[in-house]
């Protein structure tokens, strides 16, 4: 294939894909739209359009530009006789515009997700109550009262602070995929495959000419490497290190049963997660020797299990909520709201944390009260989801009377995390070095600046998070470590 035939193939490659990837942007938006719950084609349904479209038609541009960086590489190495001929430097600038392209559309995805994620409705679900009574006295009088026990809240903080921990990690280590990209192209040399000249000898005799890079031979190698260590550390996690070692994903929905917490997750207005973390003990709030009891009680199957329904272990569902239901919960939010916003009063501190503890005591009572289904107008049925549901990835049964709560022992309310979107970090992790390297033809300096930036955003999702989970969830910012 010569190189104006392959300019063809890759145009045509470009074209077929990128109308498949309109479909599926598509769906994505009439996804989104069934879980805000809002039937009107209005602007910000065209710009949540615009969005999906620029994430899939960068993973097309992606796929095209490695598919065409590694048939050079391939066939331009792997040739016995000189039959083919890499495509001129001049011919090269229109494959470093498409590596652009997806570089940019990729940063729009990128920043989509990071501002989604950052923006969750989120709050901790305490499901302990009161042991007993206590006496105490009236305020402005030597009277007193009996009134039940207060319940710890550290319980929630502990959670909350664990839950601020996972909102960053990864199926890869960011510095050791780095480090170990830099060894493997510079160390070992696999760089020297970038040269323009048809040996695949990875050590050159310093004396010896060297061939001038080629840009498109320098993106397949430097792809495949970043995608081959990132592929290794993801399979090493996935099958090893999470099964034998530490899986916190999972030891996140155990330490909500450990802590009688369940945790309410809304990624749209209509359509979150809930882990459900009720102790099948009734008590979290209790002493080691109780504690431990409970655990043998529960290891012997003395007690019931701690799924959701009864009889039943599924804790993680992926839930759509009714609109009426959804309208409580911000009415119950509401004071809160208006105290934030751009007309709010100067009340003084004690008032905002006493309106802020009565909000969360009436969420907390509604929202417990309603998964224990008290409330007919808001009641809710629990199911599997079909399987063409989990492969477009939409549901197809609106929540109208009722709310719908989708097990789901995937565990995907990783998908509010940087765990749930690691191929997307990923894929942006190597255009980010790509782009560097293409543009200043140092590996050193590419491998630096994409450390940096994963530093960079890395703090910011941290940051952000924090700081809106705190809005969210009426937990009290100072004890968020």
Known sequence: MDTSEAQVQTDIALGVLGGLSVLYSLLKTASWKRRVASPLIDLETILKFLLFYAGDLGNVFFAVTFGTGLYWLIFFKGQQFVSVLLPLPEQEERFVTYVG????????????????????????????????????SVEGGGATKRIASPVSIWRTYFVANEWNEIQTIRKINPAFQVIAVLFFLEVVGFSNLALR???????RDPGSYTAPWSLILRFGVTTATWLVIGFAQMMFFTV???????????????LCSMSNISVL????????????????????????EEINAN?????ENLCGQRGLLPNTDVQTFQIAIS???????DRILEPLTRRNGPSRLLD???DSFEQSAKTYHTM??????????????????????????RVIGMELMEPLDKSIFYNDDSHSFSDVLFYGNEASLLIFDTLFFCVVDLGTQDLVLAAILTFVQQTVFQFIRNASGQKNMAAKSLVDKRFLT
């Open 323 to 329: 609109s009426k239901l959804r309208q409580q919960y």
């Open 197 to 203: 000249d048809p040996s695949s000898r990875l050590s």
């Open 295 to 299: 655990f043998k009680r529960e290891a």
């Open 265 to 288: 997750l809304m990624s749209n207005r209509c359509f979150g997660y809930y882990i459900h973390g009720r102790s099948v003990h009734g008590h979290a709030d209790t002493n080691m």
């Open 240 to 254: 090893f290190y999470e099964r034998y070692v530490k899986d916190k994903i999972k030891q996140f929905v155990d």
């Open 348 to 350: 003084s501190t004690a």
């Open 364 to 389: 907390n009572r509604f929202l417990t009260s309603t998964i224990d289904h008290a409330h007919p107008d808001m009641d809710y049925i629990v199911k599997d989801k079909l399987l063409l549901e």
């Open 101 to 136: 392209c997806a570089f940019g559309l990729k940063a729009v995805q990128f920043l989509h997700k990071l501002i989604n994620q950052i923006s969750i409705d989120i709050f901790f679900i305490d499901w302990e109550r009161p042991k007993g009574k206590e006496f105490k």
